[in-house]
């Protein structure tokens, strides 16, 4: 393998630290990742240095940060392989992002009657804007199961779709139970019949290759403090046709182009999505994540998860009296796994205090947890930067949970 992670440990500064007395273990990587020095780098350079308002000034400051700020809008646009520059919106996170579409697209393609649907799997971020922009139009939402593996098929995707669908929304990559839907081969089914889809890209964009033009989504979103980058930045991606024909998410400054007392006309895309001052350190910041990996190579990446993964999953399933949810195997390094008679957050609250960091409770997903009757799961997310001797810790200390609740 040419990946060498005890070099790329070296690259994150809060690895080196200890939690009661034992070295830190960060296994939380689907809540959020840990950031490379040269992310925070770039962010302490940005305020050390060009810091200004964006696209404002005839000052030289403002024109570097302008720069930067489109420079990286560019370099999302082409790590996600979009057509155009102003298909990719900034925003705070993937959970603006859908907001921004569940609302302005909603209001103008959804009614009385319509339909939108989503998978069973979905965060609460990708169901509660589409429960909501479903109560104000009168719509109805549309839930598509998923099976005891934790999967959604095309022809069950499709079986749920019809003439009064307006959207289809659903995850990539689910953050429950780790779960890879099969999105090229669902959005073809729907854009045969004429609906656009919505892609949730929070996990998927850390796990998979993605380039939204093969894909074919009409929309793409994720959070920057995902994939190793700062918190307060997202990107909505959006096909330049549906961005046009959508209303403001909000007004305000920056995204105008006249403003008399009593009327306003709207900028230009992507302006016309990004009221206010914008996180230009947020972009900055995102831009070296992306940099950053790309220098380590997404491909490389990729393997030595794939290949932590199968490590972690033959050591739990060693364990006894486990009982891992969904089929990981065939999903991203998102493991979710209950103990027999003891509660998640019993069994947390101990393998913190090995300085181990997992996540337990519903994972935002209470629905997910409800159909699988289940209060919550104990969740191993996994990092590029975490290594097989973590993995061996987290099962001595499953085990030291076990004889302590035996
Ligand atoms: N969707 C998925 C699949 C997620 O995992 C998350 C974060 N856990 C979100 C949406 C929301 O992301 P954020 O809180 O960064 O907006």
Redesign the pocket.
Known sequence: MIFNVDEVRKDFPALFQEVYGHPLAYLDN??TTLKPSAVIQAISGYYSTINSNVHRGVHYLSGEATAAFENARENVRRFINAEHGHEVIFTK????A?NLVAQSFSATNLGRGDEIVVSGL??H??LVPWQNACRSAGATLKIIPFDEKGEISAEQAGAFLSGKTKLLAL?H???SLGTLLPVKEIIQVAHRMGIPVLV?G??GIVHCEVDVRALDCDFYCF?G??IYGPMGI?ILYGKERWLEAMEPYQTGGEMIKSVSYQHATYNDLPYKFEAGTPNVAGAVGLNAALEYMEGLGKENIHNYEKYLLAYTLKALENLPAIRIYGHPGHGAAVISFLMEGIHPYDAGSVIDRFGIAVRTGH??AQPVMDRLGIPGTIRASLAFYNTTEEIDRLTAALLKVQEMFA
């Open positions: 689907a809540a996170g993937a959970t603006e859908i979905e965060h971020a990708n995850t990559v689910s953050n949730d929070a996990q959070s403090h995902k997202g994972h935002c």
